[in-house]
T-cell receptor, first 115, second 114 residues
Framework: EAQVTQNPRYLITVTGKKLTVTCSQN?????MSWYRQDPGLGLRQIYY???????DKGDVPEGYKVSRKEKRNFPLILESPSPNQTSLYFC??????????????FGPGTRLTVL | AQKITQTQPGMFVQEKEAVTLDCTYD???????LFWYKQPSSGEMIFLIY??????QNATEGRYSLNFQKARKSANLVISASQLGDSAMYFC???????????FGKGTKLTVNP
């Protein structure tokens, strides 16, 4: 089944404790992206990657790191989480087609709470 | 700058009736794509329908159709014959040509009543 998977689905942690949220896709997609969703704010892009070893900042990159060492994986790293990073996080992927029709498919989400 | 506006925080509809969810957008780029996603209470984001700015016809996917009015910069989602399972948040999103960014509106919460 074609899908984007994220782990963990739920995570409660404490301020300053480094964590990684994994994202993997099995569709051979070129493009991958991370979003956070907060009440009343919709989805905002954190980072995206056009291909292996190619990453770029989205709208809200502060406090996050990413890497794209393999095409299928795009982990999100919070090196020193803070309570304002409590949010619902989504990973998404797409074929990376030129033009505007490139549809992004989302993972199930990771609900992160930072105490 | 891209901007998506969804003016209806919440909408209610009776089962089996049709409902229209509004989406207006702002862009100076002539080439763009518009997307609608559904987010049920379980949290996942489900792609519903796509409309390109140069598409001559309104997009349709089963019970979903897009009322695309380019001059008004609106891309309203129409759900026909609503079902209880349609209760969810619905997000409109846009991508401009040459941009890697998908910009989302703040969403509309749809409740389908039996």
């Amino acid at each position: 089944e074609a899908q984007v998977t994220q782990n963990p689905r739920y995570l409660i942690t404490v301020t300053g404790k480094k964590l990684t949220v994994t994202c993997s896709q099995n569709m051979n997609h070129e493009y991958m992206s991370w979003y956070r969703q907060d009440p009343g704010l919709g989805l905002r892009q954190i980072y995206y990657s056009m291909n292996v070893e190619v990453t770029d900042k989205g709208d809200v990159p502060e406090g996050y790191k990413v890497s794209r060492k393999e095409k299928r994986n795009f982990p999100l790293i919070l090196e020193s989480p803070s309570p304002n990073q409590t949010s619902l996080y989504f990973c998404a992927s797409s074929q990376g087609l030129a033009g505007v029709s490139d549809t992004q498919y989302f993972g199930p989400g990771t609900r992160l709470t930072v105490l | 700058a891209q901007k998506i506006t969804q003016t209806q925080p919440g909408m209610f509809v009776q089962e089996k009736e049709a409902v229209t969810l509004d989406c207006t957008y702002d862009t100076s780029d002539p080439s763009y794509g518009l997307f609608w996603y559904k987010q049920p209470s379980s949290g996942e984001m489900i792609f519903l329908i796509y409309q390109g700015s140069y598409d001559q016809q309104n997009a349709t996917e089963g019970r979903y159709s897009l009322n695309f009015q380019k001059a008004r910069k609106s891309a309203n989602l129409v759900i026909s014959a609503s079902q209880l399972g349609d209760s969810a948040m619905y997000f409109c999103a846009m991508r401009e040509y040459g941009s890697e960014k998908l910009v989302f509106g703040k969403g509309t919460k749809l409740t389908v009543n039996p």
